[in-house]
């Protein structure tokens, strides 16, 4: 099981695929929070992207049934993680501090990542 770059809450941006959110005319991503990683798939489910129709059956949460809009996996590729400085996509960067404990730094603008 290989190690991702991206955890649960964090704020990504989508920079590839069918649900890619940069605006052309002044450069800004929209942005959503991961609700879930996936990490034998490699993949991530963002808040409010790549939503899809799924028909559910009546049960007990929802005792009518019919269709219901819900977020599915894009590629952990297919996502960046969004500098909290610039709130641009950017690369992370693994740091190891002095009492050996290891933090995740943004290569853009230096950053720890919370």
Same mark, same amino acid.
């Given at each position: 099981?290989?190690? #991702?770059? /991206?955890? !649960?809450?964090?704020?990504?941006?989508?920079i590839?695929?069918?649900?890619?959110?940069?605006?052309r005319?002044?450069? $800004?991503?929209? $942005?959503?929070?991961? #609700?879930?990683? #996936?990490?034998k798939?490699q !993949?991530?489910?963002?808040?409010?992207?790549?939503m899809?129709s799924?028909?559910?059956?009546?049960? @007990? !949460?929802?005792?009518?049934?019919?269709? /219901?809009?819900?977020?599915?996996?894009?590629?952990?590729s297919?996502?960046?993680?969004?500098d909290?400085? $610039?709130?641009?996509?950017? %690369?992370v @960067?693994?740091?190891?501090?002095?009492?050996g404990?290891?933090? %995740?730094?943004?290569?853009?603008?230096?950053?720890?990542?919370k």
């Amino acid at each position: 099981m290989s190690k #991702l770059h /991206i955890k !649960k809450g964090d704020t990504v941006c989508i920079i590839a695929g069918e649900s890619k959110s940069q605006d052309r005319s002044n450069g $800004t991503w929209k $942005t959503g929070k991961v #609700l879930k990683v #996936l990490v034998k798939e490699q !993949k991530v489910i963002v808040e409010g992207f790549n939503m899809i129709s799924k028909s559910t059956k009546p049960n @007990a !949460k929802n005792p009518q049934g019919g269709i /219901i809009k819900q977020e599915a996996p894009i590629h952990i590729s297919n996502v960046a993680l969004v500098d909290p400085k $610039t709130g641009k996509p950017t %690369r992370v @960067a693994i740091k190891v501090k002095e009492d050996g404990t290891k933090v %995740r730094i943004a290569k853009k603008s230096g950053e720890e990542i919370k």
